[in-house]
């Protein structure tokens, strides 16, 4: 799989998981919902989420490894040189633990928030007995789920990718864009450009599809 193929894959069953979630909470009468339940429905909800997005972002995490792997490979003409790197639980929790300059958010504080700000608007839409306002938070939230989910597979792919031709001596990348229609033009800008490994800027936005490869200086480290 090339790059974002597998998140892409993976994304479509998260969203599918999200959708049914979603569809949980939506059918539940309002005669059966307070501000506790609420509150505890929500809390478990997201609890699930979380637990089904880590295991999605283990896989796309190796994925990406053994692509740059492979990558590297073909750069040096060589076969099961290049180094692995670990792609466990503890590696992806500190990527998503990290600071991420493209969402500015942190991802476990900003899922919580998420999950208080959908738990305070369904108390509001029941206290106002409001079916249509219930309806609409809880696709508002599936919304912003999607999305910040999304954007952390892609940045899973990105951060391990980089950590695998850094922990294989690359010291310099080329930054990849698309090359169609649909790219922005800080991306066109950057297309071709080559960046120290150390300093590879941040993606310019969501969705970003550009990508580094590792290039071949006379400073980069053949695999031994």
Not at 78 to 89: L, M, N
Not at 186 to 191: A, R, Y
């Amino acid at each position: 799989m090339a790059r974002y193929d597998l998140a892409d894959e993976l994304q479509k069953k998260l969203d599918a998981e999200l959708r049914r979630e979603i569809n949980r909470l939506d059918v539940i009468g309002f005669d059966e919902l307070n501000a506790m339940t609420i509150k505890s429905k929500t809390e478990e909800m997201v609890e699930r989420l979380l637990k089904a997005n880590a295991a999605a972002f283990k896989a796309i995490a190796y994925a990406a490894m053994k692509e740059a792997v492979e990558d590297l490979d073909n750069l040096y003409g060589t076969t099961g040189k290049a180094k692995e790197i670990p792609t466990g639980s503890k590696e992806v929790d500190k990527v998503l633990k990290a600071y991420n300059p493209v969402t500015d958010y942190l991802y476990y504080p900003e899922a919580d928030r998420k999950r208080s700000r959908l738990s305070e608007a369904l108390i509001v839409a029941l206290m106002l007995d409001s079916r249509e306002k219930y309806h609409y938070q809880l696709r508002k939230f599936a919304h912003l789920w999607h999305t910040q989910t999304k954007q952390y597979g892609d940045t899973i792919v990105d951060t391990f990718r980089g950590d695998t031709f850094k922990a294989n001596g690359i010291k310099y990348v080329k930054w990849q864009s698309e090359h169609d229609d649909k790219v922005c033009g800080i991306c066109e800008d950057m297309d071709e450009k080559i960046y120290k490994i150390t300093e590879i800027p941040p993606k310019p936005h969501y969705n970003c599809r550009c990508w580094i490869e590792p290039i071949e200086k006379p400073d980069n480290k053949r695999p031994e």
